[in-house]
């Protein structure tokens, strides 16, 4: 069984462009989470999507956004990119229900310059 | 409000040592799940293991050991006889019901296991 699947693994940005990162959750999974991490903040939730709606959101900015696809497939997006959104974002993935195991893709490391 | 600490930034141990890595949480709920994530420097978040608050069995999986106190909100991680293979950043996360896929992580602690 696939893993969840994360595109680009790299990318290297420049500061004020956009980018999206795309994420493919392991099978007959519905449930899609979007996690940046950074030294300096460490792990954090930036959204959750579900069913194509968008049902939990963490402190970010208007910047980051994101969506859901009929296949589960997600994208998130950041505009106007700042030095700041250097970070590794990472993608999970759960079946539905309460508690269940979140698997993680592994990663897209984002460098803006 | 949740909180995740974990206490040791780093650990350095030898081949073979037995290693206990430390997880506080803070939560008001009364239903909510704990987590444990391997972090490898390729980055991918490796799931070791997931329990509900209202289980508080402490679970053994192979060199693995995970001790549950409700009393003291702890979930402490043990590794016996660590491997080099050991050698990684781990991660304790907490969520609630009704947002049981928004992770609350802690800082993490990077245990290096030398030969």
């Known amino acids: 069984k696939a893993g969840v699947t994360q595109t680009p693994r790299y990318l290297i940005k420049t500061r004020g462009q956009q980018v999206t990162l795309s994420c493919s959750p392991i099978s007959g999974h519905r449930s899609v989470s979007w996690y940046q991490q950074t030294p300096g903040q460490g792990l954090q939730f930036l959204f959750e999507y579900f069913s194509e709606t968008q049902r939990n959101k963490g402190n970010f900015p208007g910047r980051f956004s994101g969506r859901q696809f009929s296949n589960s497939r997600s994208e998130m997006n950041v505009s106007t990119l700042e030095l700041g959104d250097s970070a590794l974002y990472l993608c999970a993935s759960s079946s539905t229900g309460s508690g269940n195991t979140i698997y993680f893709g592994e990663g897209s490391w984002l460098t803006v310059v | 409000a949740q909180k995740v600490t974990q206490a040791q930034t780093e650990i350095s141990v030898v081949e073979k040592e037995d290693v206990t890595l430390d997880c506080v949480y803070e939560t008001r709920d009364t239903t909510y799940y704990l987590f444990w994530y391997k972090q490898p420097p390729s980055g991918e978040l490796v799931f070791l293991i997931r329990r509900n608050s209202f289980d508080e069995q402490n679970e053994i999986s192979g060199r693995y050991s995970w001790n549950f106190q409700k009393s003291t909100s702890s979930f402490n991680f043990t590794i016996t006889a660590s491997q080099v293979v050991d050698s990684a950043v781990y991660f304790c996360?907490?969520?609630?019901?009704?947002?049981?896929?928004?992770?609350?992580f802690g800082t993490g602690t990077l245990l290096a296991v030398q030969p």
């Open positions: 996360a907490l969520s609630k019901r009704g947002a049981t896929n928004k992770l609350i």
